[in-house]
């Protein structure tokens, strides 16, 4: 399985993107999709995970309430619509998928590439 990321963009603080993460290959009701960022000059973080069977989501303390993890199992596409957005949220988004929950990078076996957004206040 690949995963392609797309969707970034520039945007004003206030506003609203919405990121895509295709796969190429089937994914598995037990495994999950996230979604990390990384800013420049600091850790990739954990942003939003999606398991792919029961569609629970589960969110980092920083964008509850903004952004909305989604999948389309139809399309192998997992979405994260990102809204009220804040100059803090300016970072490269990366797709992933894990075998299990996990909020760390590292259990994460498949990246897809970075998608920059960029937010100006």
């Not at 990321?5 to 603080?13: K, P, R, T």
């Not at 999950?32 to 973080?45: I, T």
């Not at 589960?58 to 952004?67: I, M, N, P, T």
Request: charged share 15%.
């Amino acid at each position: 399985v690949q995963l392609q990321a797309s969707g970034g963009g520039s945007v004003q603080a206030g506003g609203s993107l919405r990121l895509s993460c295709e796969a190429s290959g089937r994914l598995f009701s037990s495994q999950l999709v996230g979604w990390f960022r990384q800013a420049p000059g600091k850790e990739r973080e954990f942003v939003a995970v999606i398991r792919w069977g029961s569609g629970r989501e589960y969110y980092a303390d920083s964008v509850k309430g903004r952004f909305t993890i989604s999948r389309e199992s139809a399309k192998n596409t997992a979405y994260l619509q990102m809204n009220s957005l804040r100059s803090g949220d300016t970072a490269t988004y990366y797709c992933a998928r894990a075998n299990g929950y996990s909020t760390t990078p590292n259990d994460y076996t498949v990246w897809g590439q970075g998608t920059l957004v960029t937010v100006s206040s």
